[in-house]
T-cell receptor, first 113, second 109 residues
Framework: DTEVTQTPKHLVMGMTNKKSLKCEQHMGHRAMYWYKQKAKKPPELMFVYSYEKLSINESVPSRFSPECPNSSLLNLHLHALQPEDSALYLC????????????FGPGTRLTVT | RKEVEQDPGPFNVPEGATVAFNCTYSNSASQSFFWYRQDCRKEPKLLMSVYSSGNEDGRFTAQLNRASQYISLLIRDSKLSDSATYLCAVIPGNTPLVFGKGTRLSVIA
């Protein structure tokens, strides 16, 4: 089973709202990732968690706040977003942080109004 | 030089054609290489890992050339369902995956 699940599938939020994206995997993977993808561009890495600790933050604005409650779950808390933050947000996981293929969830399509 | 550079698309090919994509990487210490397929408005799906000895899965063949620092993906007997964006991805040492920009393939009846 190489399934990563994400909720919600779609999200529309105003610039003053607070919302959260959720990601779950049950493959026993110890590395989890958040990516942002704009149309016709490759996925752009935002955060990496390795063994439930944040190991990489790619200079992401603080209006995006990741959280890893346990080895299977990854959240992305959103607050005071801008319209340019509208994108597909992808979660991925891999066995460990380096050297292994990543498996992606279906993504959350976020629209900020 | 960008870390991972990929053939610009789009590639428009007839059904049954053979098509090849190349992807070059700049970090000679890179150890892991992959091809992903991404359909419109969907997530990237792992198509193949690329091994030093090359690997084949049905109509798909992936090769690695360490000397010239590139990986390739060959699709034989193209099907309409192969139409997608193909992303190469490289792990350049002890860092996360780096994606190429992707190449769009359209297989035409």
């Amino acid at each position: 089973d190489t399934e990563v699940t994400q909720t919600p599938k779609h999200l529309v939020m105003g610039m003053t709202n607070k919302k959260s994206l959720k990601c779950e995997q049950h493959m026993g993977h110890r590395a989890m990732y958040w990516y942002k993808q704009k149309a016709k561009k490759p996925p752009e890495l935002m955060f990496v968690y390795s063994y439930e600790k944040l190991s990489i933050n790619e200079s992401v604005p603080s209006r995006f706040s990741p959280e890893c409650p346990n080895s299977s779950l990854l959240n992305l808390h959103l607050h005071a977003l801008q319209p340019e933050d509208s994108a597909l947000y992808l979660c991925a996981s891999s066995q460990v942080r380096s050297g292994y293929e990543q498996y992606f969830g279906p993504g959350t399509r976020l629209t900020v109004t | 030089r960008k870390e991972v550079e990929q053939d610009p698309g789009p590639f428009n090919v007839p059904e049954g054609a053979t098509v090849a994509f190349n992807c070059t990487y700049s970090n000679s210490a890179s150890q892991s290489f992959f091809w992903y397929r991404q359909d419109c408005r969907k997530e990237p799906k792992l198509l193949m890992s690329v091994y030093s000895s090359g690997n084949e899965d049905g109509r798909f063949t992936a090769q690695l050339n360490r000397a010239s620092q590139y990986i390739s993906l060959l699709i034989r007997d193209s099907k309409l369902s192969d139409s997608a964006t193909y992303l190469c991805a490289v792990i350049p040492g002890n860092t996360p995956l780096v994606f190429g920009k992707g190449t769009r393939l359209s297989v035409i009846a």
